[in-house]
């Protein structure tokens, strides 16, 4: 099967059919994604009475794997995925409860590497805050590089994103987030 379909008609029209699936292959959700800048919203997902909702799921990724890069949407998923890295998203900049439920049992080191921007910097602190309520372990952080917004455009960009992502993962830390907040304070 195709990775994305093109929508023709109907609600999801001239949009980019981005499918959910579980190992057997069934779609579980889906997003699509506008073709043109000036649609709005940007993403429409299923609708929650279909019975799942975004905040309920995770890209699929492979649970058995030694690390996870954890993403905003299913494109920079997917661009971390043809780069050779495990990776999933959470649908957006902020990690529900559900999906944190999911994150818990994996055993591996969790990356989150989400936008470079306002949303993707709360969007960590958000999940540090969750998984510290979790009593999960701590994680490492990795972010696209300047001046990208995110992962699939680093990508398109011609970046050498496996060997940024080499060099440029840290571990996260209460006092890394201290001395981000004042950099960007001067």
């Given at each position: ?111 989150l590497a989400y936008d470079n921007d ?26 696209p590089p300047d001046p990208y917004k ?37």
């Amino acid at each position: 099967s195709e990775p994305f379909y093109l929508v023709k008609e109907g609600i999801y029209r001239n949009r980019i059919l981005i499918p959910f699936r579980n190992p057997e292959g069934e779609m579980y959700f889906f997003q699509a994604r506008a073709l043109y800048p000036y649609m709005k919203p940007k993403y429409l997902n299923p609708p929650s009475a279909n019975g799942v909702h975004a905040r309920q799921v995770l890209y699929p990724f492979d649970e058995s794997a030694d690390s996870v890069y954890i993403t905003e949407g299913p494109f920079d998923a997917i661009t971390l995925q043809g780069l050779g890295f495990n990776a999933t998203c959470t649908v957006g900049s902020s990690i529900s409860n559900a999906q944190m439920d999911i994150l818990k049992d994996f055993e591996g080191d969790i990356i989150l590497a989400y936008d470079n921007d306002r949303a993707g910097k709360v969007g960590i602190i958000r999940y540090d805050s969750a998984r510290r309520i979790q009593r999960m372990p701590s994680f490492k952080i990795v972010t696209p590089p300047d001046p990208y917004k995110d992962w699939n455009e680093a990508l398109v960009r011609g970046e050498d994103l496996a060997n940024w992502i080499f060099h440029n993962t840290k571990d996260y830390s209460y006092e890394l987030r201290i001395l981000e907040s004042l950099q960007e304070l001067t």
